[in-house]
């Protein structure tokens, strides 16, 4: 850990939390929880604020263990089936997103996340000051979804949601929705969203009638799907991350394609898109690498097995 410059007066280095969480060891929020519970220990006193700025010349262990030196900060793109949720531990019982991630996946944390019944892009990081930006709405990033939903709405009954929709006395924010086709009973819908409140897709169209029965996130900011099956993951390319993120990646890091472990008992496994392609969305706008590379950013922005899809 490189020691930082401070203000006169003011204590070297780093806040603990903040230490730990570029070091991988949780979010920056987590790691607060694990000061407080007495987990953390800094030059063999443990302690119970994250009040505390260290340096490289502190000895710190989090539960017992030393704390390693951080990584190079890197990200992955995870197609997440439907079934799976999106949490370390799930008190139902329940299979999650980290159970089924491939075994040789370092530590990661999820940018975000996807309701249970929701399937497609889920970003995984191993560095929680990476989550923290990309989750902040300052990042401004759209995220697109392929949305079909019960009913046979014409474009205008859609206008609520462009002009930003109060559902339960919560303010939507306006969304980019467009109308792509009707197919049956069903219609597909294309919806691009520069924030993520809980279930606010099916919250909106719920309040105009419409009954969402399948959503797809098929990109977040620069990232896309692409040709990803449910249970992939794929490392973004040390490239993209410098043009996208402006950051510095691991030298020589490979990318590619992983294949997720087999589904738990009673895991859905994740049906296969509508008749438009879901990898390939408009242009506008969670791990362990493998052979096959990564995809490429949007030309404009916007723990572990899946279960197999049906043939």
């Known amino acids: 850990m490189a020691e930082k ?6 204590p070297p280095g780093e806040r603990i939390a903040k230490v730990l969480s570029r070091a991988g060891v949780a979010s920056r929020r987590e790691a607060e929880r694990l000061i407080e519970l007495g987990e953390v220990t800094v030059n063999g006193k443990t302690i119970t604020s994250p009040a505390l700025n260290v340096t490289a010349k502190d000895r710190i262990t989090v539960q017992g263990k030393p704390l390693a030196a ?8 995870y197609y997440k089936p439907e079934g799976l949720v999106t949490s370390a531990a799930d008190e139902k019982g329940r299979a999650t997103v980290f159970d089924s991630l491939p075994e040789d996946m370092p530590r990661v944390m999820s940018v ?14 191993n560095d ?3 989550k923290r930006r990309l989750e902040l709405p300052s990042t401004g990033w759209l995220r697109k979804y392929r949305v079909r ?5 014409t474009d205008p009954d859609l206008e609520p949601l462009r002009k930003g929709i109060v559902v339960e006395g919560e303010k939507f924010q306006p969304m980019q929705v467009t109308l792509d086709r009707v197919q049956g009973a069903n219609a597909w819908l294309t919806v691009g969203l520069r924030e993520g409140k ?18 797809i ?16 993951v794929e ?9 996208q993120l402006g950051m510095d990646a691991p030298p020589g890091s490979e990318t590619g394609t992983a294949k997720a472990r087999p589904p738990r008992p009673g895991v859905k496994p994740a049906p296969k898109p509508g008749a438009k392609p879901v990898a390939k969305p408009a242009a506008a706008a969670g791990t362990r690498p493998g052979p096959k590379p990564a995809a490429r950013p949007a030309s404009s922005p916007g723990t572990r097995r899946p279960p197999p899809r049906k043939p």
């Open 128 to 130: 929680g000051e990476l």
């Open 235 to 243: 490392e973004v390319r040390p490239r993209v991350l410098r043009e």
């Open 198 to 215: 809980n279930r606010e897709i099916r919250r909106a169209m719920s309040a105009i009638g419409l009954t969402v029965n399948r959503l």
């Open 149 to 153: 939903v019960n009913g046979n709405p």
């Open 70 to 77: 951080p990584e190079p900060a890197r990200l992955w793109l």
């Open 217 to 232: 996130r098929v990109s977040y900011g620069p990232f896309r799907l692409n040709e990803m099956k449910p249970g992939e």
């Open 5 to 10: 410059s401070t203000p006169e007066g003011a």
């Open 112 to 125: 975000g996340r996807l309701d249970l019944n929701s399937e497609g892009l889920l970003l995984l990081t």
